[in-house]
Structure formats: structure tokens, C-alpha cells
């Protein structure tokens, strides 16, 4: 089973009216479309974040 992350975002009203109206225009689930955008963005800035090498060290 996969672990997923819990983000709190918090927003302006004015800013969270306006997302909330694209993603019911555009039919996106909000959590869905954030986590798209997150993706994209680490990726656009090539950001990977490196495996441990030694499991269980004490570095």
C-alpha cells in the first residue's frame, strides 16, 4: 500500500475562490490538480531527491 503526503494549503479568499471556480470550469478535483501542479513544478526545476545509500545507517 502506498503512503501518500498530507498538504494543508491556504489561500486568500479571493485566490481560493478563483481556484475553486478554474477546477469547476475545467472539471479537475482540487487535490488531484494540486498534486498534477506540485509534479510538474519539480520536475520543470529537475528536483529529485536522492535514495538513501546505507539503510538503517547512523549518519
Do not use: W
Request: hydrophobic share 35%.
Amino acid at each position: 500500500m502506498t503512503k501518500n503526503a498530507r498538504v494543508h494549503v491556504l489561500l486568500p479568499d479571493a485566490e481560493g475562490d478563483r481556484f475553486e471556480a478554474y477546477c469547476k470550469v475545467k472539471g479537475y478535483k482540487k487535490s488531484t490538480l494540486i498534486a498534477r501542479l506540485i509534479r510538474e513544478h519539480l520536475d520543470r526545476e529537475r528536483f529529485a531527491v536522492q535514495q538513501e545509500l546505507f539503510r538503517g545507517s547512523q549518519a
